[in-house]
């Protein structure tokens, strides 16, 4: 067999610009707190908790430990028809955490399956309850919900579906909220766009109710560049999902685990969803876990027909796997014993009015943030989209010992909750470095 062309060529890195950035590696060799180290001995600012996943910091000892006692103890269970008591112990501690009755988890490994298992969960229920007819789902434009069939179906990135044929039959989408003319350089919710969900009755009435399943939405749009959601949206979706019986998906991927200064921004905004999807923040990053949490009316309907017999016929081989399972449960201890995510509320007007001071520099067009996230828009290079951010990303790992994340030219800022004030700093000044580096 041929060897590979060279040693980096075998890895097809995903969501990736692979033959530049194997041109060019950014590698990263160790981590501790806020901080990367590269191969050759730099220390990096991360401006994006790993990939809006490590809330915690990089690294810390607790979670290291449990992860390590764990290994050694039971490497693996089969979740199906067997268990072990460290995943009913975590599903157990994010119900707690959950408003309402949102009291069931099912597990799995990732922010896409999460969406689809939500899907599905859904899908089942309105059979269980004699709506098989309810099988559309609504999505948004401009949301992000992984990378499965079902969730690029109700996503709303064109360039993440365009390829892929065409998904689930029956979706609609929702348009998305975000209006520069009257949006620019707010802090958290805008005043302007709430009346966007009202969209929603129009797709009602074109589909009629009784064809529809639920509607996904992300409190605030993430991955497309922070869209905090406009003042009294989600109540509004909440309002014509209970008059038509729709069922209400708040995808929590980004959101869960303190990003919005709240366990779920669920209880931030005070509105209830049926189903809450979650990853990235649960295990602050360490091992990979997803879930759902369900609503009791939602699992009772399908815990029936005769005991022996399997209810849901869905799962994954590492839904609830030990090693994610124990660095859960010790990310929740140290979210709570540290006080993480009252701490981002607090941070939350310190890190917008720091973000905000780079209003004016070249070429910003508009600065969103909401709890400890932040969108920098920047003017596109003529005829060049997304070159102008792809830059700035690079220049910011090679020059300014800096991680931050771009989708197209919009730079993403995210810190761990565990940031200092002198770090919020630091971070906007390095960003304000590489935004004057890429003008
Ligand atoms: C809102 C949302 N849903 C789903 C996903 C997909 O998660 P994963 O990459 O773990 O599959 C993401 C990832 O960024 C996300 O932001």
Not at 113 to 139: C, N, P, Q, S, W
Not at 372 to 399: C, K, S, T
Not at 420 to 431: C, M, R
């Amino acid at each position: 067999m041929d060897a590979p062309r060279n040693d980096r060529d075998a890895w097809w890195m995903p969501f990736t610009a692979n033959r530049a950035a194997k041109r060019d590696p950014r590698l990263i060799a160790s981590a501790e707190g806020m901080h990367y180290r590269t191969p050759d001995g730099r220390t990096l600012l991360d401006g994006i908790s790993g990939l809006w996943c490590c809330n915690a910091g990089h690294n810390r000892e607790p979670i290291v430990a449990a992860i390590q006692a764990q290994a050694a103890q039971l490497d693996y269970a089969p979740p199906f028809q067997f268990g072990h008591e460290g995943a009913f112990a975590l599903a157990a501690r994010i119900a707690a955490l959950a408003p309402g009755d949102l009291d069931h988890v099912f597990f799995c490994n990732s922010g896409s399956e999460a969406v689809d298992t939500a899907l599905k969960i859904a899908l089942a229920y309105r059979h269980a309850t004699g709506e098989g007819g309810r099988t559309r789902f609504v999505g948004r434009e401009r949301g992000y919900h992984g990378v499965g069939f079902g969730g690029i179906s109700v996503g709303g990135l064109a360039g993440n579906r365009k390829v892929f044929g065409h998904g689930l039959s029956g979706v609609d989408h929702l348009p998305h909220t975000y209006d520069r003319k009257r949006q620019a350089f707010s802090k958290g919710e805008p005043d302007w766009g709430g009346h966007l969900a009202d969209e929603l009755e129009r797709i009602v009435a074109l589909h009629d109710a009784s064809t529809l399943c639920a509607v996904i939405v992300e409190p605030m749009a993430g991955s497309t560049g922070v869209l905090p959601p406009p003042k009294g949206y989600l109540q509004t979706l909440r309002n014509i999902c209970d008059r038509h019986g729709i069922l209400l998906i708040f995808d929590e991927v980004i959101t869960g685990f303190g990003r919005l200064g709240f366990a779920f921004a669920a209880e931030r905004y005070g509105v209830t969803p049926d189903m809450i999807c979650f990853a990235k923040g649960v295990t602050a990053g360490a091992v990979p876990l997803g879930g759902v949490i369900v609503r009791e009316g939602i699992h009772a309907a399908l815990m029936t027909g005769p005991e022996r017999a399997i209810e849901l016929f869905h799962g994954y081989t590492y839904s609830g796997h030990p090693l994610a399972c124990a660095a859960g449960l010790a990310a929740l201890d140290l979210y709570r014993d540290e006080g993480l995510f009252a701490r981002a509320r607090t941070l939350e007007p310190v890190f917008a009015d720091a973000v905000m001071s780079l209003r004016g520099e070249p070429n910003v067009l508009d600065i969103r943030t909401l709890g400890l996230a932040a969108g920098i828009d920047l003017a596109p290079r003529p005829d060049a989209p997304g070159a102008r951010g792809y830059d700035a990303m690079v220049e910011a790992f090679h020059r300014h010992d800096l991680v931050v994340r771009v989708s197209g030219d919009t730079l993403t800022l995210c810190p761990a909750l565990i940031v200092s004030e002198d770090q919020i700093g630091e971070l906007v000044e390095k960003t304000r470095a590489v935004i004057r580096a890429v003008a």
